[in-house]
């Protein structure tokens, strides 16, 4: 149903607008200022959707991605931090890319997330659990699966690892429950 529903006339047509002027300012608002980025948030939290990705799923011709919220504590500030951030499910993981869009510095939230040793939480269809998030190391196995994957899912974030030196890193994302230990999301 949600693969009928991506390719619906209204996306082909929603892509089109969004890829001219005031599409993309509109993106651009959404990405790139404060405001915008909070307004995302916000509509993640209620709907568990993301303008943001729309917008740039219907620009690209790609399939609606599904998106989290993944909650660090600032590593500078010591005060709670969330941003919305696609997500994919690989196999029996949950995986997101650090890409930044491909800018030459990593997304505040890996730094956030390292300091903390991964520790964080992640909302998920409006269900906010804690996790524990694994940087994949750049030259292993499951990184070139999972990002092989990835890339057939949405092939942009080839070219966000084109526009910059730095390896984008990939991170697993586990359950944590405190009788169990760590599980699936």
Do not use: C
């Amino acid at each position: 149903m949600v693969q009928l529903l991506n390719r619906t006339p209204h996306r082909r047509i929603a892509g089109a607008a969004l890829r001219r002027r005031p599409g993309r300012a509109f993106v651009t608002w959404l990405a790139g200022t404060q405001r915008g980025r909070k307004v995302d948030l916000a509509v993640v939290k209620i709907t568990g959707k993301s303008l943001m990705t729309y917008s740039f799923t219907a620009m690209n011709s790609l399939d609606n991605l599904d998106v989290l919220i993944i909650h660090t504590i600032g590593r500078k500030t010591g005060e709670p931090r969330s941003t919305a951030i696609p997500y994919f499910r690989v196999d029996d993981g949950l995986y997101v890319i650090a890409s930044a869009g491909g800018q030459d510095a990593n997304p505040a939230w890996i730094h956030n997330l390292r300091a903390t040793q991964g520790v964080s939480e992640l909302t998920i269809n409006r269900i906010r659990r804690p996790s524990v998030g694994t940087e994949l190391p750049a030259n292993s196995e499951e990184r070139a699966r999972v990002w092989d994957r990835i890339l057939s899912i949405a092939p942009v974030f080839s070219d966000y690892q084109s526009k910059t030196t730095r390896i984008l890193p990939v991170i697993r994302f586990e359950d944590v429950h405190p009788q169990q230990g760590r599980g699936k999301l």
